[in-house]
C-alpha cells in the first residue's frame, strides 16, 4: 500500500472523508471524465460508479506486482554475489598479453561484453498468476527496483565503488563522473570495462599547433590598413572656396580617382587650408564624434534652433495680425497699427519663450517677414513708399479675429444697407402695432374705470335718494391725476346713470355751474 494519506486501495478508504481536491485527483488518474462544477456528492457518485468496481482488481494486480519486484531484487542480489572480482593485476596482466586471438574471436569476445543480458530471463520462469497481468501496467521503472551496492563495507554511498585507475586523479570531479554515468546507465546490466575519458591523440596535436605565423601577420595587416588610412587622411582635405566648385575641378576629381589633391567643400560651407571655416547663415557646423576614424565628416547642417524661432514668431505675427485687424474693422484702431513695425513691438510685449538680443530678434522678425509672411495666403502683405526711400509695410489678416459685441453690430449694419426699404416697412408695421395695442389697452381700462365709478355711485343711491353729480366727481376718481381724462370719463358715467330707468335726473345748479341731480325710484336699502 501506498503510505500517502487518502490512498484509495486502501480497504477503510472512504470517499466521504476525503477532500473534493483528492476525489478529483483519483477521477483524473482513471480518466473519469468530470467538468469540475460538481458537488462533493456527484465526485462520491461518479467515484462509486466508475472506480470502486476496479478497487479488488487493482488490488490484485499491486499484490502480485510486490511480489515479483520482492523475487526480483533477490534474484540481483544472487546474481552480483556470483560474480568474480576483477582485480588490478590480473587486468594488468591482460592488458600485456599480446592478442593472439583469431580476429573473429575477438570480435565475437567484444560483441558478448557489449550485449545487455537479461537477468529475469536467465532466472527461474515466472508462475503462472503473473502471466495475466496486463503488460501495460507493469513498466520499466515499476518492475526494475533500485540496484542496492554489492558490497557490504559501502555504507551511505548513492553507488557501487567501481576501481579507478592511478593514472587518473582520484578527485571530486572524477568521482561525480563515475556517478553521473552510473545513474544514466541501462538498469539491467553493469559495466564491466572503464572508459577512457582521457583526450584523444589528434585532439592534443590540435591543441599544441603552433598559430605564431598567422597571427603576427594579422596584426602586420591591421597595423598596415590603419598607417594608410591616418595618412590619407592627413594629406587630403577640403579644396578652398565655398561649396560652389568650378567645373575644372570637379572634373579633375572625377577622372582620377587615386590621384585627388583635395576634397570638395562640403554643401553651405566654407573652406581655407583643407578645413571648413565658416558655415552660411543658417547652418552650423557639425562633425562626428568619430570623427578621426571617418575622414570628410565636418559638414554644415540647418540650424534647427534658428528655424524653430522662426516658426514660432512667425505664428505669434500672425495671430497679432489677425487680432489687430479685426479692431481696426471694429473701428477700434486706427490702420497704422498694422504696420510691421507696431507689430513688432506688440510681439515684442508678449513673454516670449526664449529670449533673443534686439539686433537677433530683428534678424529673426524680418527672415520671418520676408520667408514666411509673404507667402502666407491667410496674410496681405501691402508695401506703401513713402517719400523716396521710406517704406512701409502692412501685415493685413485676411480671416481676422473680430470680438461677438462687434460682429453682431456689422452684421446688423451690413443687413440694414441690403434691406433698407424692407426695414423701414418692418420698423412702421410694428409701430401701428404697438400703437394699435396701446388704444385698444386705453379703451379696456377706461370701460373697467366706467363701469366701477357707476356701480359705485348706485350704490350710493339706493341708500340716499337723491345725489348730486357735481358731489361725487372728486371722490369716485381720485387715482385718476389728469383733470381732462377724469372729467371726460365722469361725463361717460353720467350717460350711464341717465340710461338707468331707475334714476330720475334733473338739471341743478350747484356752486355757480349746471349738474344732475339724481332720484333713485327704487326701494332704498343697502346691498352690501
Same mark, same amino acid.
Given at each position: 500500500m501506498d503510505p500517502y494519506k487518502d490512498y484509495y486501495m486502501d480497504p477503510g478508504f472512504l470517499p466521504q472523508k476525503v477532500t473534493m481536491a483528492r476525489l478529483r485527483e483519483i477521477l483524473g488518474e482513471h480518466s473519469v471524465h468530470y467538468t469540475g462544477s460538481e458537488k462533493k456528492a456527484e465526485l462520491v457518485e461518479l467515484f462509486n460508479k466508475h472506480i470502486l468496481p476496479l478497487v479488488p482488481s487493482l488490488r490484485k494486480k499491486e499484490e502480485e506486482l510486490k511480489s515479483y519486484r520482492t523475487r526480483t531484487e533477490a534474484e540481483l542480489?544472487?546474481?552480483?554475489?556470483?560474480?568474480?572480482?576483477?582485480?588490478r593485476k590480473s587486468s594488468v596482466a591482460s592488458s600485456e598479453t599480446?592478442?593472439? /586471438?583469431? +580476429? #573473429?574471436?575477438?570480435?565475437?569476445?567484444?560483441? !558478448? @561484453?557489449?550485449?545487455? *543480458?537479461?537477468?529475469?530471463?536467465?532466472s527461474e520462469p515466472l508462475s503462472e498468476e503473473l502471466t495475466d497481468v496486463d503488460s501495460?501496467?507493469? /513498466?520499466? +521503472? #515499476?518492475?526494475?527496483?533500485?540496484?542496492?551496492? !554489492? @558490497?557490504?563495507?559501502? *555504507?551511505?554511498r548513492l553507488y557501487p565503488e567501481i576501481p579507478i585507475p592511478k593514472r587518473v586523479k582520484e578527485d571530486h570531479t572524477t568521482n561525480r563522473r563515475e556517478a553521473v554515468a552510473y545513474a544514466f546507465r541501462n538498469p539491467n546490466y553493469m559495466p564491466t570495462r572503464q572508459i577512457n575519458r582521457q583526450p584523444s591523440p589528434e585532439l592534443i596535436k590540435s591543441q599544441t599547433k603552433p598559430r605564431g605565423l598567422k597571427t603576427a601577420l594579422l596584426i602586420f595587416f591591421v597595423i598596415f590598413i590603419i598607417g594608410a588610412y591616418a595618412r590619407f587622411k592627413m594629406e587630403i582635405g577640403f579644396c578652398d572656396g565655398s561649396s560652389n566648385t568650378t567645373d575644372?575641378?570637379?572634373?579633375?576629381?572625377?577622372?582620377?580617382l587615386f590621384k585627388i589633391s583635395c576634397a570638395p567643400c562640403p554643401p553651405k560651407a566654407?573652406?581655407?587650408?583643407?578645413?571648413?571655416?565658416?558655415?552660411?547663415?543658417?547652418?552650423?557646423?557639425?562633425?562626428?564624434?568619430?570623427?578621426?576614424?571617418?575622414?570628410?565628416?565636418?559638414?554644415?547642417?540647418?540650424?534647427?534652433?534658428?528655424?524653430?524661432?522662426?516658426?514660432?514668431y512667425t505664428k505669434m505675427l500672425t495671430k497679432?495680425?489677425?487680432?489687430?485687424?479685426?479692431?481696426?474693422?471694429?473701428?477700434?484702431?486706427?490702420?497704422?497699427?498694422?504696420?510691421?513695425?507696431?507689430?513688432?513691438?506688440?510681439?515684442?510685449?508678449?513673454?516670449?519663450?526664449?529670449?533673443?538680443?534686439?539686433?537677433?530678434?530683428?534678424?529673426?522678425?524680418?527672415?520671418?517677414?520676408?520667408?514666411?509672411?509673404r507667402s502666407d495666403d491667410g496674410l496681405e502683405i501691402v508695401d506703401e513708399r513713402e517719400g523716396h526711400?521710406?517704406?512701409?509695410?502692412?501685415?493685413?489678416?485676411?480671416?481676422?479675429?473680430?470680438?461677438?459685441?462687434?460682429?453682431?453690430?456689422?452684421?446688423?449694419?451690413?443687413?440694414?444697407?441690403?434691406?433698407?426699404?424692407?426695414?423701414?416697412?418692418?420698423?412702421?408695421?410694428?409701430?401701428?402695432?404697438?400703437g394699435i395695442v396701446y388704444k385698444v389697452r386705453e379703451k379696456i381700462w377706461e370701460n373697467e374705470q366706467v363701469n366701477k365709478a357707476a356701480d359705485i355711485v348706485l350704490n350710493a343711491m339706493r341708500q340716499e335718494r337723491n345725489m348730486i353729480s357735481a358731489q361725487w366727481q372728486e371722490s369716485v376718481m381720485p387715482h385718476i391725476k389728469n383733470d381732462f381724462k377724469r372729467i371726460e370719463l365722469w361725463k361717460r358715467v353720467e350717460k350711464c346713470i341717465q340710461g338707468n330707468p331707475m334714476v330720475r335726473t334733473r338739471r341743478f345748479e350747484y356752486k355757480g355751474r349746471n349738474t344732475y341731480t339724481w332720484e333713485w325710484l327704487g326701494e332704498t336699502h343697502a346691498i352690501y
Open positions: 542480489a544472487k546474481s552480483a554475489e556470483r560474480k568474480p572480482k576483477k582485480t599480446p592478442q593472439t /586471438t583469431p +580476429r #573473429s574471436s575477438r570480435s565475437s569476445k567484444r560483441t !558478448s @561484453k557489449g550485449k545487455v *543480458k537479461d537477468i529475469v530471463n536467465e501495460k501496467t507493469i /513498466t520499466v +521503472r #515499476s518492475i526494475v527496483p533500485d540496484i542496492t551496492p !554489492s @558490497k557490504t563495507n559501502d *555504507k551511505g575644372d575641378e570637379s572634373t579633375e576629381s572625377e577622372n582620377s566654407n573652406c581655407s587650408e583643407g578645413k571648413i571655416t565658416s558655415c552660411d547663415e543658417g547652418f552650423v557646423f557639425t562633425s562626428s564624434s568619430i570623427h578621426w576614424l571617418k575622414p570628410f565628416t565636418s559638414r554644415c547642417i540647418l540650424d534647427f534652433d534658428r528655424v524653430q524661432k522662426i516658426e514660432k497679432i495680425s489677425a487680432e489687430e485687424t479685426g479692431k481696426v474693422i471694429c473701428g477700434y484702431e486706427d490702420r497704422e497699427n498694422l504696420l510691421f513695425q507696431n507689430l513688432q513691438q506688440l510681439l515684442r510685449q508678449k513673454k516670449l519663450p526664449f529670449q533673443d538680443t534686439d539686433e537677433n530678434f530683428e534678424k529673426l522678425t524680418q527672415i520671418a517677414l520676408k520667408d514666411f509672411l526711400n521710406k517704406l512701409r509695410t502692412y501685415v493685413i489678416a485676411k480671416k481676422p479675429s473680430i470680438p461677438l459685441f462687434c460682429r453682431i453690430k456689422l452684421f446688423g449694419i451690413a443687413w440694414i444697407k441690403e434691406n433698407l426699404m424692407f426695414a423701414i416697412g418692418t420698423i412702421l408695421i410694428c409701430a401701428a402695432l404697438v
